[in-house]
Structure formats: C-alpha cells, structure tokens
T-cell receptor, first 113, second 115 residues
C-alpha cells in the first residue's frame, strides 16, 4: 500500500508570492491534517479535513487555507508569503477523524526568499 | 489547555545502552498518546500509541512506552540502542479526544548514539 505522498518536495518562493502544496493520503483514508514544522516553533497544527469538510483549524492567519477533494486528496495554500513561512509542511492521513493514528508524508520544504 | 513537555532537548547514549525519553502531558481526561520518530529530512514515523487498556505498549523497532496516569507521563524506552536509532523523537497528544485528529506535539528530543 502506498504511503502519503506530498508534492512538490522542495519549493523556493519570494516574499509576496503564493504557493499551493498537495497531499495524497493513503488509499481509503478520509482524514488529512496539515502541520508546519520550524526550528523555532516546532510542530504546529494547521488544519484537518475530513470528507471535504474542515474539522479543525490551528492558530494561523487567514493567509493559510486548505481544501479537500472528493478523492480525499488535499491542498493547502499560503498567500502573500512571508519570510517566516519558510518551514517543512507535513501532511498526515488517517482512516477517520477523532483521534486515530496518523501517517505522515515526507513533507514539502518551503523556502521563502 | 492540553500540552506536552519533553524535558530533554538532547540526549547522547552509547550504542547498546538502554534509553529512556521522557514525556509529560497535560490533559483533563484519559489522553490518546503517541510517539513519533523523525530522521533528518524525513517525515514522522509512528513508533507506538496509547488509547486505553494495558499501560505498557509495545511499538516498532523494539521500543515500548508506559502510560502513568498518576505522573501524567508517557516515557519511551528501549533496552539496547542501535546506531540507526539516532533521530529526533516527538511525543504527542490528541488535542480533543474523539473530536478531531489534531495532534499537540512536544518540542522533541534529539538522540545521538555514540559508537
């Protein structure tokens, strides 16, 4: 069974641009969560989607948004990029919501110049 | 608010020695607890989880963890460390048990293994 895949793996953008990251969950998984990992703030929850509905959202500005498609694939978008958005963005998938174990993808490394 | 504390930022052990990584949580009810490992440049791999039942849980790669409600702890142990165990280890708790999958992570413990 294929694991969680994230594309692209690496991305370089400049301040003010926007970016879209993609996540394909494990087949049959309906919940997708996104996390931001930085050296200063550690691992922080961005949002969770389950059956195309946002279930929960972390404490991030509105520049961070996401969505989930009917095939459970998810995208997250960051608009008006700031230097501080440089991070590893991790996607995790789970069969359902409600505290199930989550399987993480390799992440997308975003660098904002 | 729920939180997770990993008191040790960095630990160095000799290959073959035993290992214990500490994790303390703050949660009002019985938590769902996890340990993940992250190798450099990689995503997170689930080592083990505790939902309920037996307080000593076995995981992959020879790891185990013990849930102690009285101490609000969920420490990770391994009897004999291998060089390939060098990585960063994260303890996590589900933020709203039964409601979402939101994980609250500790700050991580970086494990170095000496030959």
């Amino acid at each position: 069974k294929a694991g969680v895949t994230q594309t692209p793996r690496y991305l370089i953008k400049t301040r003010g641009q926007q970016v879209t990251l993609s996540c394909s969950p494990i087949s049959g998984h309906r919940s997708v969560s996104w996390y931001q990992q930085t050296p200063g703030q550690g691992l922080q929850f961005l949002f969770e989607y389950f059956s195309e509905t946002q279930r929960n959202k972390g404490n991030f500005p509105g520049r961070f948004s996401g969505r989930q498609f009917s095939n459970s694939r998810s995208e997250m978008n960051v608009s008006t990029l700031e230097l501080g958005d440089s991070a590893l963005y991790l996607c995790a998938s789970s069969l359902t919501s409600g505290g199930n174990e989550q399987f993480f993808g390799p992440g997308t490394r975003l660098t904002v110049l | 608010a729920q939180s997770v504390t990993q008191p040790d930022i960095h630990i160095t052990v000799s290959e073959g020695a035993s290992l214990e990584l500490r994790c303390n949580y703050s949660y009002g009810a019985t938590p769902y607890l996890f340990w993940y490992v992250q190798s450099p440049g990689q995503g997170l791999q689930l080592l083990l989880k505790y939902f309920s039942g037996d307080t000593l849980v076995q995981g992959i790669k020879g790891f185990e963890a013990e849930f102690k409600r009285s101490q609000s702890s969920f420490n990770l142990r391994k009897p004999s460390v291998h060089w390939s165990d060098a990585a960063e280890y994260f303890c996590a708790v589900v933020g709203e048990r039964g409601a979402t999958n939101k994980l609250i992570f500790g700050t991580g413990t970086l494990l170095a293994v000496q030959p």
